[in-house]
């Protein structure tokens, strides 16, 4: 059964960093690409950042381009979300997803777009 697992959530005052890894389990991640994406009490899923299956491309949304930095391993079957200068307003449940719906060279942040969910990691940003 494909099931993708996240980690790395945590309690971080504001302006501190922390990474979120999203493992494989059952098929091999560099064949997907994977989204990252967040949702605080009362609002909305929305999509942070995703990776191409090549690695190549990447999106962020507005609010954390030049904070927070998706990568792959393909090697560690892992992507990873380095996200730094947390602002209170990061805080939410994240989860990373996977789909086999863009080319090799795309992907996409909108919730629909894919299929394969973990259950989320809780990340509070508070002092």
């Known amino acids: 059964q494909l099931q993708v697992v996240e980690s790395g959530g945590g309690l971080v005052q504001p302006g501190g960093s922390l990474r979120l890894s999203c493992a494989a389990s059952?098929?091999?991640?560099?064949?997907?690409?994977i989204g990252w994406f967040r949702q605080a009490p009362g609002k909305e899923r929305e999509g942070v950042s995703c990776?191409?299956?090549?690695?190549?491309?990447?999106n962020y949304v507005d609010s954390v381009k030049g904070r927070f930095t998706i990568s792959r391993d393909n090697a560690k079957n892992t992507v990873y979300l380095q996200m730094n200068s947390l602002k209170p307003e990061d805080t939410a449940v994240y989860y990373c997803?996977?789909?086999?719906?863009?080319?090799?060279?795309?992907?996409?942040?909108?919730?629909?777009?894919?299929?394969?969910w973990g259950q989320g990691t809780q990340v509070t940003v508070s002092s």
């Open positions: 990776i191409s299956i090549s690695g190549g491309s990447t």
């Open positions: 059952g098929f091999t991640l560099g064949n997907y690409a």
């Open positions: 997803a996977a789909t086999l719906g863009f080319f090799r060279n795309m992907c996409g942040m909108t919730p629909s777009g894919y299929p394969y």
